[in-house]
């Protein structure tokens, strides 16, 4: 049962424009998301992230979106780069029960020149 | 240390075998946590540590995989008679406390079973 998906498994991007990484959950105990940057032979870094109680967190270039009726969050880069380019993952958890990091399968992101 | 801290970053081992995995969280973090990524897959959380105690331990695939961890600091994870299907990175993170915030990655250990 995967509680965190991300159906989109590849992303191409020119640079300069806006890249837009969606992610759904269906558990409704989650109430903080995150979004974690891989790249290759590396460990996922953390990004961002965003309690349930906002529906907007902005750092720079990225900005969180969190619609909870929806069950959807999503990060926005803008402008993209081609150091963007990685895989993406989103990742909630719950304050209560389990707590660590439920992780989506990821979002190859390809920033083009 | 600096940061999350995992030994060795490969391992290359004979079907069968039992193989042991490192990992130095960062000072301080009570909580600990691993996760594995096979092949085209995402993150798969195996287990997770507060203080040395495991609250958590259904994400391990098999009772040939334990994990302990000692003095709140160092964690190590143990697959005995590797199969093939254990071939993955696996991950290490560690976290303030346990709950809702971000947690830390070392660079994995990629095990290869042959």
């Known amino acids: 049962d995967q509680q965190v998906k991300q159906n989109s498994p590849s992303l191409s991007v020119q640079e300069g424009r806006i890249s837009i990484l969606n992610c759904d959950y269906t558990n409704s105990m989650f109430d903080y998301f995150l979004w974690y940057k891989k790249y290759p032979a590396e460990g996922p870094t953390f990004l961002i992230s965003?309690?349930?109680?906002?529906d907007k967190n902005e750092d720079g270039r990225f900005t969180v979106f969190l619609n909870k009726s929806a069950k959807h969050l999503s990060l926005h880069i803008v402008p993209s780069q081609p150091g963007d380019s990685a895989v993406y993952f989103c990742a909630a958890s719950a304050n209560t029960g389990r707590r660590a990091l439920t992780f989506g399968s990821g979002t190859r992101l390809q920033v083009q020149p | 240390g600096a940061g999350v801290s995992q030994s060795p970053s490969n391992k290359v081992t004979e079907k069968g075998k039992d193989v042991e995995l490192r990992c130095d969280p960062i000072s301080g973090h009570t909580a600990l946590y691993w996760y594995r990524q096979s092949l085209g897959q995402g993150l798969e959380f195996l287990i997770y540590f507060q203080g040395n105690s495991a609250p958590d331990k259904s994400g391990l695939p098999s009772d040939r995989f334990s994990a302990e961890r000692t003095g709140g600091s160092v964690s190590t994870l143990t697959i005995q008679r590797t199969q093939q299907e254990d071939s993955a990175v696996y991950l290490c993170a560690s976290s303030l406390s346990y709950g809702n915030t971000e947690a830390f990655f070392g660079q994995g250990t990629r095990l290869t079973v042959v």
């Open positions: 965003i309690s349930s109680i906002k």
